[in-house]
């Protein structure tokens, strides 16, 4: 349970998943995207394609990381969720605030 | 977690007739999931795996979450002496759950979610929503800290 | 069984540590099998259902059968008003079960079980030998009113 | 739960238990076995294709009505046992005192 990020060649700084986003870990989630911005890393994708469980202040972590981007002019996008999952953001919303792809691919594609 | 949790479980073998599974989580947020993930277990044990069954315990599970970290939070302020009574109810129509604090409680009908284009930059507030949407109904006591949240069983 | 039976799960989420389920049930025949039902489902609700998991299961029910039924035959004389003790433990390495009940207990040393060919036709004195063969370990406490079973896992 | 007796064209009393023998319902085996010798039938199969527990009393029931077929001289068959059930069968030496078959049509014909 956790977060991998890792750069990709087009310079997008790729987090993934693992498992869920809730309440117990979403600090840590904000805490690795605020030092990337410190690092003046622009590109985010957060990937879900092997997270199973977001709650409603997993949620809302990504929506204030996806301000804090957007205040540095950067870009968020998320992919990788299930049909839960996608439900989860129709359901709240969000899915008019995030740029939401698929896969990892089309979604680094848009960049 | 490392503290084991104990739940009760009220049942006959017939899968027919009412389970009822209860128990008293300390108010700790990073024990919430560990918890939930124990009583959909428990409370669906002995039925078999479908697709729907999987896609209720899903949604069962989103249901405790939610109400369990409103409670643990609001109601008792993160206060690990004060215990959430959660009690399950599963029978061949619905699933009901009761999740009650020991805290002052709140207006139901005062809280907005965050909906409107202009609020979806607001990082809080949609636990309720969330319950709302998934639940086929849901019910306060008249203080605002025992909340009831009923499934359908398809 | 009409009336449900009450069990008490004492667990963590993670799948590594000790799981207890304990109860206790009236000393009513009729009530063993059902009751070794839900014991069984509850003690291994979130394993993998593997065919060694099921073999395992079927193990330890036959281990609650025998004893319980013994508990409450030579035990409690079937009176429904006195209950038999039931804990399980589950961990990684083993199942542990322990019966207890508040009869006068029994001397296991001095039971024979009808293997001889000339007694092949006794109508009883089975259970504690299928117990035997079937557990890993078996022991009794001084007073013989309490067994306690063990099972590894595979 | 129960049992099913039906007569087959050989004249054998074919016995199902569904589900499981126990203390709870052996002795209703035991009765209908008893009925059926106080009609002369003679010829019994107890056929366990169908059932996936005995306890130890319900071993106990069948030696009893072991006993009783073969004092009217008649014959008695066991079939259908699953792997399970047949350890119990062998763990306590009963299988030396049964004619055991694997299937009904197997037993049917050693009458
Ligand atoms: N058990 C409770 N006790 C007191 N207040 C509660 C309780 N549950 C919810 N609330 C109130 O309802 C509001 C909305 O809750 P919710 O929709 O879960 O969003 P969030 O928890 O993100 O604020 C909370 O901010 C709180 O004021
Ligand atoms: N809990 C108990 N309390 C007293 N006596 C017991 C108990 N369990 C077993 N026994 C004694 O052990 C004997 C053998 O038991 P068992 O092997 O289960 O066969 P059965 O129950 O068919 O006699 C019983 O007849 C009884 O005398």
Same mark, same amino acid.
Not at chain 1, 82 to 93: A, G, H, Q, Y
Not at chain 2, 109 to 115: E, F, G, H, Q, V
């Given at each position: 349970m956790g977060f991998t990020?890792?750069?990709? /060649? *087009?310079?997008?700084?790729?987090?993934?998943? +693992?498992?869920?986003?809730?309440?117990?870990?979403?600090?840590?989630?904000?805490?690795?995207?605020?030092? %990337?911005l410190d690092h003046s890393e622009r590109k985010f994708l957060v990937d879900f394609s092997k997270a199973g469980y977001i709650d409603s202040s997993g949620l809302g972590a990504l929506v204030s990381i996806s301000k804090k981007v957007r205040e540095q002019g950067g870009e968020l996008r998320l992919s990788g969720l299930? $049909? +839960?999952?996608?439900?989860?953001?129709?359901?709240? /919303?969000l899915d008019t605030l995030f740029s939401i792809s698929d896969s990892t691919k089309q979604a680094l594609a848009a960049f | 977690m490392t503290q084991p949790i104990r739940l009760v479980v009220r049942r006959t073998s017939d899968v027919s007739l009412p389970v009822e599974v209860?128990?008293?989580?300390?108010?700790?947020? +990073?024990?919430?999931? $560990?918890?939930?993930?124990?009583?959909?277990?428990? %409370?669906?044990? *002995?039925?078999?795996?479908?697709?729907e069954c999987e896609r209720l315990r899903n949604k069962l599970k989103t249901l405790l979450c939610e109400s369990l970290a409103n409670a643990i939070v609001y109601g008792h302020h993160e206060d690990p002496t004060k215990f959430v009574g959660v009690r399950i109810e599963v029978d061949t129509t619905m699933?009901?759950?009761?999740?009650?604090?020991? *805290?002052? *409680?709140?207006?139901?009908?005062?809280?907005?979610?965050?909906?409107?284009?202009? +609020?979806?930059?607001? $990082?809080?507030?949609?636990?309720?929503?969330?319950?709302h949407k998934l639940a086929d109904s849901v019910s306060f006591n008249p203080q605002g800290n025992s909340i009831c949240m009923t499934l359908r069983r398809p």
């Open positions: 990020a890792t750069k990709d /060649k *087009g310079g997008v700084m790729v987090v993934q998943v +693992d498992g869920q986003l809730i309440v117990g870990n979403r600090q840590e989630l904000k805490q690795l995207v605020q030092e %990337a299930n $049909e +839960d999952l996608r439900s989860l953001f129709e359901l709240t /919303k | 209860s128990t008293r989580i300390p108010s700790v947020l +990073d024990a919430v999931h $560990e918890s939930v993930e124990i009583l959909a277990r428990h %409370a669906f044990a *002995g039925l078999t795996p479908t697709p699933v009901r759950v009761h999740v009650t604090d020991t *805290g002052d *409680g709140f207006d139901p009908a005062a809280i907005r979610p965050p909906l409107d284009p202009a +609020d979806l930059d607001r $990082e809080t507030g949609r636990g309720l929503l969330m319950i």
